[in-house]
């Protein structure tokens, strides 16, 4: 959940916004594989985002983002955020505790 100019934004992923994230070019399937910058994140929070506002665009979305900024959040902040959502509409586990698997592992 994050929050933004007062108002909390539930990130969801469910299956036909997958399918249309898979549509885009953006492979789900492989999040560890995915680029993360800017413009991917953007086009991420915007799908968390379409359960809620299914005409949300990508304007919209980084407008909404740079609020959040504006507000003290950060840019890692939200990537986690949006990682971990994606992970847990997958059925995986919160990103944090595969980082810890990770590093017991080692």
Request: aromatic share 6%.
């Amino acid at each position: 959940m994050l929050r933004i100019n007062g108002k909390d934004y539930e990130l969801r992923y469910p299956i036909n916004v997958l399918c249309s994230m898979c549509d885009a070019g953006i492979d789900v399937m492989n999040l560890k594989d995915l680029k993360i910058d800017v413009k991917v994140i953007r086009e991420l929070f915007m799908y968390g985002l379409k359960h809620d506002n299914k005409k949300i665009t990508q304007a919209q979305a980084g407008d909404l983002m740079d609020a959040f900024f504006e507000d003290g959040g950060d840019f890692n902040e939200l990537t986690d955020e949006i990682m971990n959502c994606l992970n847990k509409s997958l059925g995986g586990k919160p990103v944090e505790e595969e980082k810890e698997k990770e590093e017991e592992g080692k």
